[in-house]
């Protein structure tokens, strides 16, 4: 595995939810310096909405020696306002590519099946996932025309202004063209019905004769979270339907899943060891398999914050190296989106105050950096491990 590498999410956005509220670039560059020179990666993936948040970011990460995959994602959208924020976006990575050559290549997007309007019918990634003829049509690949008839718009107006290597960060059931980029990309998550063949699904994307990117995989942070693979966040909506009581409908599906992880006292079961391990052996089965790099999916999730009872622990259910502290400037910001995005998600008014529960003490910095307002996890150093002696 050439390229070792982590997500690094400088604000995607999702139904009037910013991943990342508060962005500050002295603190991404601490934080990128830091997985330079303590997760040992060499390769960063900068994800985001903001294209000058990512211009930030990217420009940290070449500053600390790491090469940048630069990832600009806006969601919910018609193909022609993504199309045209791609180009903008193309510009930006150009100008980077300029200064520093060799180190720097473009995404033309992810996971488009999903997140970008028209293609599959809905007005979020759940509404689509929620439609009844879904799977059905997935299955048959109904899709998939479409969706390479984009991404040849996408990478032709890319490549008038973008000289770097250019790639596609896919779904696994997305079929991709892959003659039109320099490499083969794909979030490929683990879970219970894909694990004892994980590495050959990874391995048969070198089928296509380029070198295979895995874009996102990882783990949460809970007991039966290497069930869920990439489902894993979705214990978010069990802990509020634990707390919220009947004020909280879910779709059956959606409390079918939060049935699988185990319970103790009625609560999920924080379990960093397992998130860890999981990793780090996601890690030797996808460099076995022969991939070119890896990215985890995440370094930090700052609206996923830890809180020490783990009926709020809202850490558990996301996918990171380190656990976030609250920031007492966006701490009820983030409370508001949150209810903001219930409403979207399950049509539930929910009072940002009841959310305020998840955010724990305000203001607590970590103590292994004192100077962040998080702490690593084990799978920190099951990761810097791995990366340092590979």
């Avoid at 294209?51 to 500053?63: E, F, G, K, T």
């Avoid at 370094?299 to 914050?305: A, I, Q, R």
Wanted: overall charge negative.
């Amino acid at each position: 595995m050439n390229r070792k590498g982590v997500c690094y999410d400088a604000g995607r956005a999702m139904m009037g939810e910013s991943w990342r509220p508060k962005f500050d670039e002295t603190l991404a560059r601490r934080e990128l310096g830091i997985i330079k020179e303590d997760l040992h990666c060499n390769a960063v993936r900068i994800c985001g909405l903001d294209i000058d948040r990512l211009v930030v970011a990217s420009q940290a990460a070449l500053d600390a020696g790491l090469e940048v995959w630069f990832c600009p994602e806006m969601w919910d959208r018609s193909p022609e306002e993504t199309l045209a924020y791609l180009r903008k976006a193309a510009e930006a990575a150009e100008a980077l590519r300029a200064r520093r050559p060799g180190r720097v290549a473009l995404s033309v997007g992810s996971e488009l099946t999903l997140f970008m309007q028209g293609i599959v019918e809905g007005r979020n990634v759940f509404d689509r996932m929620g439609a009844p003829s879904f799977l059905e049509t997935i299955r048959a690949g109904k899709y998939n025309a479409t969706l390479n008839a984009f991404l040849e718009r996408a990478r032709v107006a890319e490549r008038e202004v973008f000289q770097g290597p250019l790639t596609y960060f896919s779904l696994p059931f997305e079929s991709v063209d892959w003659s039109q980029f320099d490499f083969v990309g794909v979030d490929h998550y683990r879970d219970a019905r894909i694990r004892d063949i994980y590495g050959k699904i990874a391995s048969g994307y070198r089928v296509h004769g380029k070198p295979v990117l895995i874009g996102e995989f990882g783990c949460c942070t809970y007991r039966g979270a290497e069930m869920l693979g990439g489902n894993g966040f979705m214990i978010a909506f069990g802990m509020m339907a634990d707390y919220l009581g009947p004020r909280l409908t879910l779709p059956e599906s959606t409390k079918e899943t939060m049935r699988i992880p185990v319970r103790v006292d009625g609560h999920y079961v924080r379990d960093e060891g397992l998130q860890a391990r999981e990793i780090a052996d996601q890690l030797r089965v996808l460099d076995a398999a022969g991939v070119e790099g890896a990215f985890v999916q995440t370094f930090v999730s700052p609206t996923s914050t830890h809180v020490d009872d783990p009926r709020f622990d809202g850490d558990m259910a996301g996918f990171s190296l380190v656990k976030s502290y609250a920031d007492k400037d966006t701490a009820e910001e983030i409370a508001v989106q949150k209810a903001h995005q219930s409403k979207e998600l399950v049509g539930i008014e929910l009072d940002p105050s009841d959310l305020l529960k998840f955010s724990g003490e305000l203001g607590r910095m970590g103590v292994t950096y004192p100077d962040m307002p998080w702490e690593p996890k084990e799978s920190f150093k099951a990761v810097a491990d791995y990366y340092g002696a590979h």
